[in-house]
């Protein structure tokens, strides 16, 4: 936003304000986007022109943030690293905020809300460098909260099912006890405020996290499967389906930026197929695709839209299965 527009005796913060039929709130990482551009975080210090760079009152200045910039405060090195590539953190305040944003997403935690515990599952993920993980399920958190959710503002198919796969006689889950059994407490939780119907698919949800945690539990003991635990793990997917329907690309735009007018959006691809080796044997399965991009305010794209646009675009470098 350029200040010097504002007419006498207005701040930034009061043209930014609207009326609204159903008030949005302000999600802790929104928050954490808004310290990490300008007028919070200033002047870019090299060369070139990055990504995140806007030219606000002939500056160059950090107009626009990235969603590794939300990782590498939840504590992954993987996210910085990527940012210090970039060079997108190279600007005058940016150390000092990114510590200003990591306590704001810890204080965001301390509420009793889903968005909330969606917060600690980042965390858990980023903490382990799982970043395209975490990237996914923070565009899913977004999108689902897109109605409500308000903005930062610069001042001046997706599932597994995609994939076909031969007769599978062995599986493997990433051994992440902790997280399952926590994401299952979650959704426990939230049952007695659900409709009948929902209701129903969060009993169901939660039972399935449950059976995941006791798989992980085997396989951290070094523990065999049983047959019919790798026949859970090999329809997972179709599972997932049943409880939540068809799985297809989506799009969020997630911050504005008024003086270049654009958004930008992250989104959620076709999946990629991933192959690991574990104590010599080949397992095979899908990740996200995650995509960041900036938009014209003016055509900001829906999911229909990013459907027949995604191939035009190039997913986020996020190399490794795990």
């Not at 992250?266 to 990740?287: H, L, M, S, V």
């Amino acid at each position: 936003m350029d200040k010097r527009g504002l007419e006498p005796g207005l701040k930034p913060s009061d043209v930014v304000i609207g009326l609204r039929l159903i008030g949005q709130r302000a999600l802790p990482d929104a928050a954490a986007f808004q310290d990490l551009v300008y007028d919070r975080v200033t002047f870019y210090k090299g060369r070139g022109k990055l990504f995140t760079m806007a030219v606000i009152n002939q500056k160059k200045v950090r107009g626009f943030p990235r969603g590794y910039d939300l990782f590498a405060a939840l504590g992954s090195d993987r996210a910085y690293e990527q940012l210090r590539k970039g060079d997108d953190i190279n600007y005058e305040g940016y150390g000092r905020m990114l510590g200003d944003a990591r306590y704001k997403l810890m204080r965001g935690m301390e509420y009793q809300s889903w968005y909330s515990d969606a917060l600690k599952v980042m965390r858990y993920l980023a903490q382990r460098d799982k970043v395209d993980t975490a990237f996914g399920f923070w565009i899913q958190a977004r999108y689902n909260r897109m109605l409500y959710a308000k903005q930062s503002y610069t001042i001046a198919e997706k599932g597994l099912g995609a994939i076909s796969a031969p007769s599978r006689h062995s599986a493997y889950l990433e051994p992440f006890t902790g997280l399952y059994f926590f994401m299952s407490q979650t959704v426990k939780n939230r049952v007695p405020y659900l409709s009948p119907n929902l209701k129903q698919k969060a009993e169901l949800f939660a039972a399935i996290l449950d059976t995941l945690g006791s798989i992980s539990f085997k396989e951290n003991l070094r523990l065999n499967l049983t047959s019919d635990e790798v026949e859970f793990l090999n329809s997972l997917n179709l599972k997932f389906k049943n409880l939540f329907g068809k799985d297809s690309p989506i799009v969020v735009d997630v911050h504005t930026e008024p003086t270049t007018k654009k958004v930008l959006e992250e989104a959620i691809g076709k999946p990629f197929e991933c192959t690991i080796d574990i104590n010599g044997q080949q397992y095979r399965g899908a990740r996200y695709s995650v995509y960041e991009f900036k938009q014209d305010m003016s055509n900001r794209l829906d999911d229909n839209k990013w459907l027949k646009a995604m191939d035009k675009y190039q997913p986020l470098p996020i190399p490794d299965c795990f």
